[in-house]
């Protein structure tokens, strides 16, 4: 059974940095390519980036590049975001998503992300 846990989130004040977790299960993470999306409050969910399952291609939406860093972990199953120099513009609900080769989606619960002073 495919699952994906996501953790580390919480409350930060501007500037400030978050590392998020994504754990996952049933599946090897280089058979499947893996995203990080986020939800604001009233808005649609968008891509923050997302890491191909060769693991040789990582893209990042314009917003956060040079702030944050995904990496995965095949050993351990786990995929990170290292968020740096946050803004309030970034809260939201961060979402860890994997699709397998049949472009199926599965998603994570996700962890709430806030920024504020």
């Known amino acids: 059974q495919v699952q994906l846990a996501e953790s580390g989130g919480g409350l930060v004040r501007p500037g400030g940095s978050l590392r998020l977790s994504c754990a996952a299960s049933?599946?090897?993470?280089?058979?499947?390519?893996i995203g990080w999306f986020r939800q604001a409050p009233g808005k649609e969910r968008e891509g923050v980036s997302c890491i191909s399952r060769s693991g040789s291609t990582t893209h990042y939406v314009d917003d956060v590049k040079g702030r944050f860093t995904m990496s995965r972990d095949i050993a351990k199953s786990t995929v990170s975001l290292q968020m740096n120099s946050l803004k309030p513009d970034d809260t939201a609900v961060y979402y860890c998503?994997?699709?397998?080769?049949?472009?199926?989606?599965?998603w994570g619960q996700g962890t709430q992300v806030t920024v504020s002073s």
């Open positions: 049933g599946f090897r993470l280089d058979s499947y390519d």
């Open positions: 998503m994997g699709r397998n080769s049949d472009y199926v989606p599965y």
